[in-house]
């Protein structure tokens, strides 16, 4: 038990629980003048010594758009059983964004001001290798995505700008038409197609552990000489050493012609 030093130059002792340091020396102390030592340190350097404390890592997300194989429930619920908290619009503490086909474009346009981060579900299988490994890494760029006009916008604009709208607008359509008629569905056809093979490769497994745990389980060599003794006339104890010439007959009982002859 060690005193406290403090204390001791008043010739007194109490038992020491602390210990301050600074290099290779040491000053054991009682929580009273560890309390004064504290106090002089924070007054001299004008600090506490605490570390701040390390800022909660951010748990919500804000999913945008249809996530290929996934129903809308079903993507929150895989999100929410991550510990994400789903939110219907981005701020600054959105960890990041799920932006699946045809997002919404003011959802886009808020994680584009907050420098959002975000997740493309719209790669083959992303979405559920996130689900089932946990690791969400949102490092996609943000999907482009065309603005809305007002009234007043269409109303104050010129026939240059009108045409050139109009442009705009079918270009965005047939690109549309061209996304949902050969992208979505070889997307689909992409997820769809690792869905099966991970399907496939489990029912091997598992038609393989059936039929392990259907046969017979499989004999030591002892077990296997005495079996053959008992069906041999061989009188020998269920458990202890087995006669030399027992093995030897069992040796010789399941050995071809050809070593029979080299052993005679």
């Known amino acids: 038990m060690t005193n406290c030093l403090g204390c001791k130059t008043k010739g007194e002792e109490q038992t020491a629980t602390t210990v301050i340091a600074v ?30 404390a390390p800022e909660p890592p951010k748990r919500t997300v804000v999913v945008t758009g249809t ?50 981060p975000c997740f493309d579900a719209t790669k083959a299988g992303a979405f559920r290798d996130a689900v089932t490994s946990g690791q969400w890494t949102a ?27 109009k442009e705009r607008e079918a270009k965005a359509l047939e690109s549309y038409v061209h996304w949902q008629t050969t992208e979505v569905p070889k997307r689909m056809a992409e997820s769809a197609a690792q869905w099966r093979k991970e399907r496939g490769e489990k029912e091997q497994q598992e038609v393989r552990r059936i039929a392990k745990a259907s046969l017979p389980p499989e004999q030591t060599e002892s077990q296997k000489i005495r079996e053959w003794a008992a069906k041999n006339g061989y009188e020998i104890n269920s458990k202890g050493r087995i006669p030399e010439a027992v093995k030897v007959a069992y040796a010789h009982a399941h050995a071809g012609q050809e070593a029979l002859i080299e052993v005679s």
Do not use: M
């Open 67 to 116: 996530i290929p194989g996934y129903e809308p429930d079903t993507a929150r619920q895989a999100l929410e059983n991550h510990g994400f908290t789903i939110a219907g619009h981005v701020t600054e503490d959105t960890a990041f964004i799920v932006a699946g086909i045809r997002p919404a474009p003011h959802k886009i346009q808020e994680a584009t001001e907050a420098g959002t």
């Open 139 to 165: 490092e996609d760029p943000l999907p482009a995505v065309a603005q809305k006009k007002t009234a007043d916008d269409v109303r104050r604009e010129s026939e240059e700008e009108k045409a050139a709208r």
């Open 23 to 52: 290099g290779h020396q040491a000053w054991d102390l009682c929580g009273e003048h560890a309390t004064k030592f504290a106090d002089y340190l924070v007054d001299l350097f004008k600090d506490d010594g605490l570390a701040p």
